[in-house]
Structure formats: structure tokens, C-alpha cells
């Protein structure tokens, strides 16, 4: 499976973007979708997944509300909307995909395969 992520730039606090992650290679049918972001000095942090329904998506705290994920399944792509962007949401952020159990969803180790990232700046 290759992701390939993509729409990261430069950006003041207020706009938005969006992020898309084309899927490849081989099928990912019932895999889970998540995006995660890497902010310089930091730790990699979980933002959201949805599944490959669409039905079941999840967004950590501080992006709830501003951020929606979302998912073509025709076109094997996910997308990631973000709204009123601030300059904490400064990062590279990472597309993945992977088939983890509930408890560990919102954890990097549950992913198995992952996007080369695309930097998205913000700035005040």
C-alpha cells in the first residue's frame, strides 16, 4: 500500500486547506484512515480516522469542530479539512492506514503504513 499526501502550504491563522491522501497499490477495503501530525521538536500526535465507510470518524480535542475528515472510496481518496487554522496546527502532517483494534486507534502503532507528509505552516 502507498499514500501519498498532498495540499500542505503556507497559510495566515483563519484559512483553511485541505489535505488529500491518494491510496495505492493494494487493496484497503475495511482498513482505517488516519491522520496524524508531527510538529517540530514534538511527538507525533493523532488528528482523526474514519473508516472505510465513512460511517465512524474520530478527531482529537483540539481539532473537533475545525477539522473534518472524509473519505472517496471511488477514487481512493481521504481528505482532511481544516478550518480555522491556528499556528498550533503547524506541522507535517502524515496520512495512514492500517487495521488497528479500538483501544490503540488514535496511536501511530496502529497504523502499518504511512504517507511522506506534507508541511503545513500557519502563521499569527
Known amino acids: 500500500v502507498q499514500l501519498q499526501a498532498s495540499g500542505g502550504g503556507l497559510v495566515q491563522t483563519g484559512d483553511s486547506l485541505r489535505l488529500s491522501c491518494a491510496i495505492s497499490?493494494?487493496?484497503?477495503?475495511?482498513?482505517?484512515m488516519g491522520w496524524f501530525r508531527q510538529a517540530s521538536g514534538k511527538e507525533r500526535e493523532f488528528v482523526s480516522f474514519i473508516d472505510w465507510t465513512g460511517r465512524s470518524t474520530s478527531y482529537t480535542t483540539s481539532v473537533k469542530g475545525r477539522f473534518t475528515t472524509s473519505i472517496d472510496t471511488a477514487k481512493n481518496m481521504v481528505y482532511l479539512q481544516m478550518n480555522s487554522l491556528k499556528p498550533e496546527d503547524t506541522a507535517v502532517y502524515y496520512c495512514?492506514?492500517?487495521?488497528?483494534?479500538?483501544?490503540?486507534?488514535?496511536?501511530?502503532?496502529?497504523?502499518?503504513?504511512w504517507g511522506q507528509g506534507t508541511l503545513v505552516t500557519v502563521s499569527s
Open positions: 495512514s492506514a492500517g487495521r488497528p483494534i479500538t483501544s490503540i486507534a488514535k496511536s501511530a502503532s496502529g497504523y502499518g503504513y
Open positions: 497499490g493494494r487493496t484497503v477495503t475495511s482498513a482505517i
